[in-house]
Every structure is written in C-alpha cells, then in structure tokens.
C-alpha cells in the first residue's frame, strides 16, 4: 500500500488560490482602537437577559426564526426577509456560497474590506477591483463601466472601511439597475454612525422603482457592541433570503447571541448615547489631527484613516507603547504610509489624542514627509 502524505491531497484550486489573511489579534489587552469593534460595551439589557440564562438553555439547539421575526419589525420588513447570520463575515459567505458560480464576476471598489476577496476568490469567482483616487471617494463612473453581462455580484460597502467614505442612495439604486441581472449588496455595517441607509426600499411600501436586486448586510459587531458573540444579519426580497436561507446551516447563530439580539435590538436610548459618543468623538479626533496637520479623510464612520507617510509602522508602535492599539492600514492598495484610529467613548478619545501626540514627537514626525515615497517590500494583506 502507498505511504499516505497529507502533502499530497491538494484544496479545490480556488481554495489554494486564496489569499490567506491574519488579523493581528494577539495581545490585544491596551486601548482596542484597531479593529473598530464598540470599545465600550452592549446595552446593558444584554446581562440582564443572560443573566436569565439557565444551564439547561445551553443544551437545546438555538432557535433562530423567532429572534429574525423581532428582527424584521425592528426593521419594518417581513420576517421572510431576513436572515440571521453568524456575524456579516458569514453573510458575506453565505451571499457568494448562494449566487456565485466558477467564473462569474464580483465587483467592488477597493480599498475595502478583505472578506470580500477572501469568498469571492474561495467560489471560484473572478474578482473585479475598481481602485479609487486618492480622494478615496466611491469611484462611480468606474464601477459602472465595469458592469458586464458576466456580473453577478456587486458588493458596496457605506460607509467604507477602512476609508470612511460613504455612496449615496442615488448612486446605490443605480448601480443597482445598471446591474439589473446580479445580486447588488450593500454592506451597512458602519450604518448607525451615518445614518443614511437602503433598508427602507425593502419594505412592502417602497416607492414602485425601488432596485429589486438589492439586498442589505448588518452587524451586532460595531455599534451594538456584540462582536464577541458573532452575529449580523441579511436583508432583501423574500425571494432571495428564501435562497440563502437554504444555503445557510440553521444553527450558525448560537442562542446566547440570539438571546442578545433579543434584548438589546430595540434599545435606541443606548444606540442613541453610544452613536452621540462616536460623532463628538469623531469631530474631537478630526480636530486634533487637522491642528497637529496630519492628513485624514473625512469619515462617516467610526474610524478616521490617516495619511502619515514612511513612519506609518513607527507611529503604530509608539502608540502601542502607549498603551493604544492603532491599525496600519499601508498594504491596502492604494493606502501606503495609512493609519486608522477607531473612535472610542469620551475618555478614550482623552486619551488617544495625547498618546497620537506624543507618539508623533516621539517618532519625529513631521508633515513634510508625508509625500516621501516608501522604501521595502509590500507586506501581507491583513483583514479586518
Ligand atoms: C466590521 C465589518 C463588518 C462586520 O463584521 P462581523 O463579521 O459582523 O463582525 C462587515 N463589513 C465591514 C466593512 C466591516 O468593517
């Protein structure tokens, strides 16, 4: 009988094709301002509804349909037409597992979110990046010339990570008729700290030309503070959640999380405290930046990119030294010598403005250098 190798069992092509991505988690016990997770905490009717958890709940498998039918009339849709996921990370899975065959063609603009690439490229997919100037505005025009009869999927993210930048209604409902005959996700995990949104054209009394093949990506990880318990949701035409449902394992959301949602989905007095936080603090960061003439984006969301030039993994260190977590951001295309900060709660943003400030002294920073090209190889993509 042969020798069994492992070495020589060989992924699908597309997986071995796949970028491998590694999000720089380790020791991350300082000041999380890197991975624009809520750096506070939930509601706090979300201990009180696990507190009621009994041990026995732990063995029964979770429930699912109960928890998307609060969902859905939080959001005024019909419970067909939502999906819960195991964060927006399996949505994005879930939406490629579902719609895409080998060789057709997803669009999107980049810089983006990486997960996009990683389940595109994992189907087999042939991925279309539309790269945006250097105003890191959503790149309209391009992206519609790159609508072909082979496009099956175009992912728009609004706000954008990591740029903040945001697309408008306008342009959203006509890149989605422009792409009549694919799937046209709006990934709105950034929604709350904008507040514009595509939800409404999914409901029943959206106006009569509102895009029929749009369907709408939310996460529990930013806003509402539960990126530990993974949960995110779907949202489109009936006809097509009914499809990913299908796709989707029943049990991907666990019931703690489930239970979570529950508690803290209708919780506006807590989104309305915690989004008030991140504007002021949004507006206080932009500040400071402008008066120490760091170059920055404007941002819709709750995260600002940086412009810092050659010294990016400098600064990033010296904050860490500090006791504050930024994310370099300069493998992203397009981004070289990039840094965001996440916005935090008032004390936090007392604190990243001084340590941002001493860090730039303690580098030797300057403005001038902004511009100097970069030397070394390109590293790694991470993802979010
Ligand atoms: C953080 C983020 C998400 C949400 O990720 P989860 O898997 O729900 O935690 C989705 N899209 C973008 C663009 C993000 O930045």
């Given at each position: 009988m042969a020798e069994q190798r492992p070495e020589s069992i060989q992924p699908r092509r597309a997986i071995a094709a796949m970028p491998e991505y590694h999000p720089p988690l380790a020791g991350r016990n300082a000041l999380r301002l890197d991975f624009n997770e809520n750096t506070h905490a939930p509601s706090p009717r979300v201990r009180e509804a696990l507190g009621k958890l009994t041990l026995e709940s732990f063995t029964v498998y979770p429930?699912?349909?109960?928890v998307e039918a609060v969902v859905a009339q939080h959001l005024q849709l019909q419970p067909e037409q939502v999906l819960l996921t195991n964060a927006v990370d399996e949505a994005i899975h879930i939406v490629c597992f579902t719609f895409l065959?080998?060789?057709?063609?997803?669009?999107?603009?980049?810089?983006?979110?990486?997960?996009?690439?990683?389940?595109?490229?994992?189907?087999?997919?042939v991925v279309k990046r539309v790269q945006m100037d250097e105003t890191l505005e959503f790149p309209f025009e391009r992206l519609?010339?790159?609508?072909?009869?082979?496009?099956?999927?175009?992912?728009?993210?609004?706000?954008?990570?990591?740029?903040?930048?945001?697309?408008?209604?306008?342009?959203?409902h006509a890149v989605a008729k422009a792409a009549a005959h694919a799937v046209v996700m709006v990934d709105e995990a950034y929604f709350h700290f904008?507040?514009?949104?595509?939800?409404?054209?999914?409901r029943a009394d959206a106006a009569a030309d509102a895009p029929r093949n749009m369907i709408v990506a939310r996460t529990f990880s930013k806003a509402y503070g539960l990126?530990?318990?993974?949960?995110?949701?779907?949202?489109?035409?009936?006809?097509?959640?009914?499809?990913?449902?299908?796709?989707?394992?029943p049990y991907n959301v666990n019931g703690v999380a489930l239970r979570a949602v529950e508690a803290c989905v209708g919780d506006t007095e807590y989104l309305d405290w915690y989004v008030g936080q991140i504007r002021t603090g949004r507006a206080r960061i932009e500040k400071a930046l402008d008066h120490m003439r760091v170059p920055r984006w404007p941002s819709h969301a709750n995260f600002v990119l940086m412009?810092?030039?050659?010294?990016?993994?400098?600064?990033?260190?010296?904050?860490?030294?500090?006791?504050?977590?930024?994310?370099d951001r300069s493998s992203d295309p397009g981004l070289a010598g990039c840094v965001r900060i996440t916005i935090g709660v008032e004390d936090q943003i007392d604190t990243a403005i001084a340590v941002l400030r001493e860090s730039l002294a303690a580098i030797g920073w300057t403005p001038a250098e902004v511009?100097?090209?970069?030397?070394?190889?390109?590293?790694e993509r991470e993802y979010e």
């Open positions: 429930e699912r349909a109960p065959e080998e060789g057709d063609e997803v669009l999107f603009a980049v810089p983006s979110f990486f997960m996009y690439d990683v389940n595109a490229v994992a189907m087999g997919a519609l010339a790159g609508i072909t009869p082979k496009t099956k999927l175009v992912i728009l993210c609004s706000p954008n990570n990591p740029t903040g930048t945001v697309i408008s209604r306008q342009q959203i904008h507040g514009e949104t595509v939800m409404d054209d999914l990126a530990n318990l993974r949960v995110g949701l779907i949202a489109g035409p009936a006809e097509l959640v009914q499809h990913m449902r299908k796709a989707s394992s412009h810092i030039g050659p010294k990016h993994k400098d600064l990033v260190a010296a904050a860490r030294a500090r006791g504050v977590l930024l994310r511009d100097a090209p970069e030397a070394g190889p390109k590293e």
